[in-house]
């Protein structure tokens, strides 16, 4: 469901997993909506997953290291950097650490995304566990298991 500025802005994010789905990357209402929200929403997340199409769109910054650092505002203890099939990155405010993608035959990459990131979210439930408390060798795991779930994602036709 598309939902305007006015129908989010009241929501509560306080103890919620909140997903907040593609940023837009096209013009339509929506993308004014992230546009509005992005300020809103940084600062009350713990963990900010982003790709590496939406990174310059979010911070308005082209230097990959320093968008990513931008975005340690608030709340945010981790932000989770995709970068197709080529991986992802992990950086926590003191930390970076890369992951490679796996090698697939890619049929759609629709959805390989939230796939990523719904592994993660699923991950870090079952630990049950502040995602402050997460160990470097747990995040490893984390990472290397979400970047399989993404990759197993493209070799389906997902449209």
């Known amino acids: 469901m598309l939902l ?5 802005k009241p929501l509560s994010l306080q103890k919620d997993i909140l997903h907040f789905c593609s940023v837009s990357l096209i013009d339509y209402p929506i993308k004014q909506t992230h546009e509005r929200l ?9 963990i900010l997953k982003v790709s590496d199409e939406e990174l310059t769109f979010i911070t308005g910054i082209t230097d990959t290291s320093e968008a990513i650092q931008s975005l340690f505002v608030g709340r945010v203890k981790a932000v989770l950097y995709s970068r197709g099939k ?8 003191d930390e970076k650490r890369d992951y490679d993608g796996f ?3 890619a049929i759609d990459t629709t959805g390989a995304g939230d796939a990523f990131i719904g592994a993660v979210l699923y991950q870090i439930q079952q630990m049950k566990k502040p995602v402050e408390e997460i160990t470097l060798n747990e995040w490893d795991d984390l990472m290397r298991f979400s970047n ?12």
């Open 148 to 159: 399989g779930v993404a990759a197993l994602t493209t070799t389906k036709d997902n449209r």
């Open 86 to 93: 080529h991986g992802s990155s992990l950086y926590l405010k």
């Open 103 to 105: 090698k697939v035959e």
């Open 38 to 46: 992005m300020d809103d929403f940084i600062p009350k997340a713990d």
């Open 4 to 8: 305007s500025y006015d129908q989010i």
